[in-house]
């Protein structure tokens, strides 16, 4: 069984562009939360689809969206990018009982 | 309240055993994860509870008090592998949510 796919694994971008990171979750799994992961703030919850619809969605700018496609793979986008938003970006499938997480994608703003 | 609070650091000796302690909010609770995460790399799964008790995987278990707001993750019989951050993770509500702790980083000396 295949574990959660991020792509791409590394991405650097300037500042003010606009960036889309994508997430296939484990087969099966109709829930992805995606996170950001950053040294000072740890990891924070950005928001969850489940079955297309966004679920849940934490206290980020409206910089920061997502969506989940029929087959549950999703994806964010951040536009505007500012430096701050350099992190690594996580998605998570998951059940009631577990959650995955992919080996993300490592975003550098310059 | 959204705090989940766990040692920053911890130093145990090879062939040891480290009890890595998380306590949160009460208030909504859902389920309790706890997360390996070596440097450079994503959280790996490592357990769930969400009903009181102790539940065991091999080298690791985790115990849980929803009364108490207190959880930790018992490392039995450490190997140097071991060394990474740990992390706990609430969910609160439905869905997949989760708020993280900051993490406890563990070091494990021969």
């Known amino acids: 069984k295949a574990g959660v796919t991020q792509t791409p694994r590394y991405l650097i971008k300037t500042r003010g562009q606009q960036v889309t990171l994508s997430c296939s979750p484990i087969?099966?799994?109709?829930?992805v939360s995606w996170y950001q992961q950053t040294p000072g703030q740890g990891l924070q919850f950005l928001f969850e689809?489940?079955?297309?619809?966004?679920?849940n969605k934490g206290n980020f700018p409206g910089r920061f969206s997502g969506r989940q496609f029929s087959n549950s793979r999703s994806e964010m986008n951040v536009s505007t990018l500012e430096l701050g938003d350099s992190a690594l970006y996580l998605c998570?499938?998951?059940?009631?009982?577990?959650?995955?997480f992919g080996q993300g994608t490592r975003l550098t703003v310059v | 309240g959204q705090n989940i609070d766990q040692p920053t650091e911890m130093t145990a000796t090879e062939g040891a055993i480290v009890q890595i302690n998380c306590t949160y909010q009460?208030?909504?609770?859902?389920?309790l994860f706890w997360y390996q995460q070596h440097a450079g790399e994503a959280p790996t799964f490592l357990s769930y509870?969400?009903?009181?008790g102790l539940e065991e995987k091999g080298r690791f278990s985790s115990f849980l008090s929803r009364s108490k707001g207190y959880s930790y993750l018992l490392l039995k019989e450490l190997q140097m592998k071991d060394s990474a951050s740990y992390l706990c993770?609430?969910?609160?509500?439905?869905?997949?949510?989760?708020?993280f702790g900051g993490g406890t980083r563990v070091l494990v000396k021969p």
């Open positions: 689809y489940f079955s297309e619809t966004q679920r």
């Open positions: 087969s099966g799994h109709r829930s």
């Open positions: 009460t208030s909504g609770f859902n389920g």
């Open positions: 998570a499938s998951g059940s009631n009982t577990e959650a995955f």
């Open positions: 509870n969400v009903l009181d």
């Open positions: 993770a609430v969910r609160r509500a439905a869905g997949n949510k989760l708020t």
